[in-house]
């Protein structure tokens, strides 16, 4: 029988807030049953790319034999991972798009991402799901819990990456775990109990968005998941917002759990301490502070010259304005071939782009950073800085910008 194959990005690289060492991630949506089969096919035809090179410069092509199969190569200096009948991030690109859209602010919440997940991969060493450490899906609701509680004193993103540090550097994880709108008590568990801010409409995301993106997009993920699956309890609990049962802290090792912790208190301490400074050497701080980050990013613009010097093309400055409509209709056509109940049409002829709260008329513009930061105060006990003023240091905001811009598409 041949076997119908559509193939959707999700991740990332679709998100708009991939680094430039990050990866693309792929997944095959076939009819049930065919996955072992399909992906077999997938890597012959890919070993063959790579030994007769076809035009395409592909290498070091693998395949994970595990029970969920996954194809990896490296597509032109970029890695790629392809797995099959995988859904969920689908479900979750959708969501975090969503959220994206409706707290606005120029993209606050995508340039947080890109921000923190600059100083988690290249400053700190913590993120890696495959390493023992935070998974990109992990880091985003931690992110997201920031600015749903704090987002009245967020200027821009270094004020999210400093509030970020101080909230998690002396956060409790012996007795609370992270959801999106606010602390998981854990002696409760199994039984998820949620301790809401006192003031619950302080908070950013309205209760009436977060249940519509449930509804939407939490139904792949429960028509596959094991039933009587309960929260697993891990050194760093986080709640998967759109999945009650799901503990996106799993990947994290107690050994690495407390190599995050000193990590973020260390990064806290030094970002507290550039803040501090005098205005004129907050701009030579914050490069300090980034300084791997920034390497890497002077390295990658000589890579981007070179290719466009040899393959005559250049590379512009990203905008981060995403579209989750190809995951939308992964969504759908994982329900047609894998047989889930969802309310969408059974068939995946005339996809539609999604629900009508996703859509959005937003003008396309490059990145661009809205930094507060500059104007530092101290409170009683030296160290908790105010950084909700305007800046006032251009340079921090051109070399921010320019480090968030160099990345790959």
Same mark, same amino acid.
């Given at each position: 029988?041949?076997?119908?194959?559509?193939?959707?990005?999700?991740?990332?690289?679709?998100?708009?807030?991939?680094?430039?060492?990050?990866?693309?991630?792929?997944?095959?949506?076939?009819?049930?049953?065919?996955?072992?089969?399909?992906?077999?096919?997938?890597?012959?035809?890919?070993?063959?790319?790579?030994?007769?090179?076809?035009?395409?410069?592909?290498?070091?092509?693998?395949?994970?034999?595990?029970?969920?199969?996954?194809?990896?190569?490296?597509?032109?200096? &970029?890695?790629?991972?392809?797995?099959?009948?995988?859904?969920?991030?689908?479900?979750?690109?959708?969501?975090?798009?969503?959220?994206?859209?409706?707290?606005?602010?120029?993209?606050?919440?995508? +340039?947080?991402?890109? $921000?923190?997940?600059?100083?988690?991969?290249?400053?700190?060493?913590?993120?890696?799901? =495959?390493?023992?450490?935070?998974?990109?899906?992990?880091?985003?609701?931690?992110?997201?819990?920031?600015?749903? $509680?704090?987002?009245?004193?967020?200027?821009?993103?270094?004020?999210?990456?400093?509030? #970020?540090?101080?909230?998690?550097? =002396? #956060?409790?994880?012996?007795? #609370?775990?992270?959801?999106?709108?606010?602390?998981? &008590?854990?002696?409760?568990?199994?039984?998820?109990?949620?301790?809401?801010?006192?003031?619950?409409?302080?908070?950013?995301?309205?209760?009436?968005?977060?249940?519509?993106?449930?509804?939407?997009?939490?139904?792949?993920?429960?028509?596959?998941?094991?039933?009587?699956?309960? #929260?697993?309890?891990?050194?760093?609990?986080?709640?998967?917002?759109?999945?009650?049962?799901?503990?996106?802290?799993?990947?994290?090792?107690?050994?690495?759990?407390?190599?995050?912790?000193?990590?973020?208190?260390?990064?806290?301490?030094? $970002?507290?301490?550039?803040?501090?400074?005098?205005?004129?050497?907050?701009?030579?701080?914050?490069?300090? *502070?980034?300084?791997?980050?920034?390497?890497?990013?002077?390295? $990658?613009?000589?890579?981007?010259?070179?290719?466009?010097?040899?393959?005559?093309?250049?590379?512009?400055?990203?905008?981060?304005?995403?579209?989750?409509?190809?995951?939308?209709?992964?969504?759908?056509?994982?329900?047609? *071939?894998?047989?889930?109940?969802?309310? *969408?049409?059974?068939?995946? +002829?005339?996809?539609?782009?999604?629900?009508?709260?996703?859509?959005?008329?937003?003008?396309?513009?490059?990145?661009?950073?809205?930094?507060?930061?500059?104007?530092?105060?101290?409170?009683?006990?030296?160290?908790?800085?105010?950084?909700?003023?305007?800046?006032?240091? =251009?340079?921090?905001?051109?070399?921010?910008?320019?480090?968030?811009?160099?990345?790959?598409?």
């Amino acid at each position: 029988m041949e076997a119908l194959i559509e193939v959707f990005p999700y991740g990332s690289v679709p998100l708009k807030t991939y680094l430039p060492d990050g990866d693309i991630d792929m997944s095959a949506i076939t009819h049930q049953n065919t996955e072992d089969a399909v992906a077999n096919n997938f890597y012959q035809i890919l070993k063959a790319y790579e030994q007769n090179n076809f035009g395409f410069l592909i290498t070091d092509v693998t395949m994970i034999d595990a029970q969920v199969k996954v194809v990896k190569c490296i597509l032109d200096h &970029i890695p790629v991972d392809i797995s099959f009948n995988k859904v969920g991030g689908f479900s979750s690109l959708c969501f975090l798009e969503t959220v994206n859209k409706d707290i606005q602010k120029g993209h606050l919440f995508k +340039q947080s991402i890109i $921000l923190i997940k600059a100083w988690c991969y290249y400053e700190s060493r913590i993120l890696g799901a =495959s390493y023992g450490l935070i998974s990109t899906y992990a880091l985003e609701t931690m992110i997201l819990h920031i600015i749903n $509680l704090f987002h009245s004193h967020l200027r821009g993103p270094l004020s999210v990456l400093y509030t #970020f540090l101080e909230y998690y550097s =002396s #956060f409790d994880w012996e007795r #609370f775990g992270i959801s999106l709108d606010g602390l998981i &008590i854990l002696e409760a568990l199994p039984d998820v109990v949620v301790q809401r801010p006192q003031i619950e409409d302080d908070m950013l995301l309205g209760e009436d968005l977060i249940q519509r993106c449930k509804n939407y997009f939490s139904i792949p993920i429960r028509a596959v998941r094991a039933e009587g699956g309960q #929260f697993q309890l891990k050194p760093i609990n986080i709640l998967d917002p759109l999945n009650d049962e799901n503990n996106l802290g799993r990947s994290i090792s107690l050994g690495n759990f407390y190599r995050i912790k000193s990590a973020l208190s260390y990064g806290y301490k030094k $970002l507290t301490e550039v803040l501090m400074l005098q205005e004129s050497c907050i701009s030579d701080g914050i490069k300090k *502070f980034f300084v791997n980050t920034i390497n890497r990013r002077h390295a $990658l613009e000589m890579e981007n010259r070179v290719a466009a010097c040899t393959r005559g093309r250049y590379y512009k400055v990203a905008n981060l304005h995403g579209n989750c409509t190809s995951s939308f209709e992964g969504m759908i056509y994982g329900q047609y *071939f894998l047989n889930y109940t969802l309310p *969408f049409p059974r068939r995946p +002829q005339n996809v539609r782009p999604g629900p009508a709260f996703l859509e959005t008329n937003v003008e396309r513009n490059s990145i661009h950073l809205d930094i507060g930061g500059a104007a530092v105060e101290s409170n009683d006990d030296g160290n908790k800085i105010n950084i909700d003023k305007e800046a006032t240091s =251009s340079e921090i905001e051109e070399e921010l910008t320019s480090m968030l811009s160099y990345i790959k598409g």
